[in-house]
């Protein structure tokens, strides 16, 4: 069991028969009362994010959360295909609404994380930064460039980003997968 004052950032827990993870945790004491733990948690299964007291009464069970290195290989009527990273036989599908705004990311035969809790797979966490190839790049606008000018980009999984003028078509671009900007240019 959690107590209360061991619930800091990073720490898994179950709340309403869901697990969540704690992402800030500050300890709020005022004249003559209780102290309060305030919390700012993430529930692992839908991933909303809710502000959140815990009086010292309050305990937890901790949620077992279990991470798997997995292979993607392809996407097909809004499922997506994995198979485990050392044997390409043993295959499965998510839906595309347990992986989320993270399939316009996913690229095949890349390497991701899988999240499963109590044996469902809830989350697929990929790495912080990948590499993708500009497929469409709209030309660069002479002009006032002097703070650094933007254009979108179409990159290889068919995803839009903001990238500078100076990228073009059939260059190799890193990108944060967690943010979705751009972070730099890979040279060929």
């Not at 959690?2 to 800030?24: A, Q, T």
């Not at 989320?100 to 797979?121: A, D, H, M, R």
């Not at 990929?126 to 990159?155: D, R, Y």
């Not at 995803?159 to 890193?174: G, H």
């Amino acid at each position: 069991m959690i107590n209360y004052n061991e619930l800091k950032p990073g720490v898994f827990f179950i709340l309403d028969g869901e697990p969540y993870e704690v992402l800030e945790f500050g300890f709020m004491r005022m004249q003559q009362r209780k102290p309060v733990a305030q919390t700012k948690i993430k529930n692992m299964i839908t991933g909303k994010v809710l502000n959140r007291n815990f009086q010292h009464t309050d305990s937890f069970k901790e949620a077992e959360i279990d991470y798997k290195k997995v292979k993607f290989l392809y996407a097909h009527r809004d499922k997506f295909v994995f198979c485990e990273a050392n044997n390409p036989s043993v295959r499965f599908e998510l839906p595309q609404e347990a992986i989320g705004e993270q399939t316009k990311f996913l690229k095949p035969n890349s390497e991701v994380e899988v999240v499963s809790f109590e044996g469902k797979t809830i989350n697929v966490n990929l790495p912080i930064k990948m590499q993708f190839k500009v497929i469409e790049a709209p030309p660069s606008i002479k002009g006032n460039t002097a703070q650094g000018g933007n254009k979108s980009v179409k990159i290889e999984t068919g995803a839009m980003v903001n990238a500078p003028l100076f990228v073009n078509e059939d260059d190799i671009i890193e990108i944060n997968t967690q943010t979705g900007e751009y972070s730099g240019r890979v040279n060929k």
